[in-house]
């Protein structure tokens, strides 16, 4: 079945460090991907999304570009802040009636 | 813009206890949805609709009902309820078919004892 396996956090970076979140997934067919970030307190936010292979997601600084050879949708950001601080979600979606969310992933950015 | 609106915020029940979360949305969505977010384990899709009067069984659905009289509600039902039931309850809503991008209400914490 589809499904997604992020890195496990928790991730601890100091201000202004390159930040990289794994994702990998295993889908049938040509899924879209996903990534949302959770504030604390909060519910689940679109971060960004690709649809097709090749295509690169970003907003806010962070990007991820959807690999169909090695099934991966890492997202990378060059230089963190604090208010980066959140839990971070890969997601794919095949038909729209069920996403897929991996574990979550934790960033903690210290000034 | 309130979006998806969630009640209650926080739930403490007794097990064998029932209640309704109510979920809201003022978008004009057709798709609805519960997940279930528990500590690593992201989260799992319980039940969803796609529209007023259809709804179908995600990945988790035991232990929960739900109804869609209207394209605005969406409230989810536990039976009686068991401390596996414990998690924070999310809501979302999506405006079409095959766009996949969910938008959350701000969660219900559940506690049953």
Known sequence: ?111 | NAGVTQTPKFQVLKTGQSMTLQCAQDMNHEYMSWYRQDPGMGLRLIHYSVGAGITDQGEVPNGYNVSRSTTEDFPLRLLSAAPSQTSVYFCASSPGSYTGELFFGEGSRLTVL
Not at chain 1, 9 to 23: D, K, M, Q, R, Y
Not at chain 1, 44 to 58: E, H, M, P, V, W
Not at chain 1, 74 to 92: I, M, N, P, R
């Open chain 1, 1 to 111: 079945g589809n499904s997604v396996t992020q890195m496990e956090g928790p991730v601890t970076l100091s201000e202004e460090a390159f930040l990289t979140i794994n994702c990998t997934y295993t889908a049938t067919g040509y899924p879209s991907l996903f990534w949302y970030v959770q504030y604390p307190g909060e519910g689940l936010q679109l971060l960004l999304k690709a649809t097709k292979a090749d295509d690169k997601g970003s907003n806010k600084g962070f990007e991820a570009t959807y690999r169909k050879e090695t099934t991966s949708f890492h997202l990378e950001k060059g230089s963190v802040q604090v208010s980066d601080s959140a839990v971070y979600f890969c997601a794919l979606n095949y038909n729209n009636n069920d996403m897929r969310f991996g574990a979550g992933t934790r960033l903690t950015v210290k000034p």
